[in-house]
């Protein structure tokens, strides 16, 4: 049986990403993660994550574009978990399935309570978001 893709992204303004806080399940509750969802069979990757994007935070679907991948892959249980770069072109993220959003700088990523499975993004999101700031 193939694996599950699910992507997350990095949506990037100016020098600062977008976490979303979890909700569900109960061990991740209240930790964060890059926001985004499963592939369904017949969908790009990128514009997997650009539906899941407009549904999980409220933005249209060119709200956003989707660019390259952010750092290595993720493997779970019968997933795999890859990230990409999101420039928010228009629209306010708002939490909707997730308990809060809130924007980070480079400097505050390593002090998240990041989800087991995004941790190993941060060296990756830190070098992006030092890349936008200069």
Do not use: F, N
Request: hydrophobic share 45%.
């Amino acid at each position: 049986m193939p694996t599950q893709i699910v992507v997350a992204g990095a949506i990037i303004r100016g020098a600062t990403v977008l976490v979303a806080q979890r909700v569900r399940p109960p061990e991740l509750a209240g930790r964060w993660e890059l926001p985004g969802g499963k592939v369904v069979p017949g969908e790009t990757e990128p514009d997997a994550l650009a539906r899941e994007l407009a549904e999980e935070l409220g933005l249209a679907v060119g709200d956003v574009a989707v660019g390259g991948r952010l750092g290595d892959d993720v493997a779970l249980d019968g997933m795999t978990l890859r990230a990409y770069r999101v420039h928010l072109i228009s629209g306010e993220p708002r939490a909707g399935d997730h308990g809060a959003v809130r924007w980070v700088t480079a400097a505050e990523l390593p002090d998240v309570d990041w989800v087991p499975a995004d941790r190993g993004w941060v060296p990756d999101l830190r070098r992006t978001l030092a890349a936008a700031a200069s």
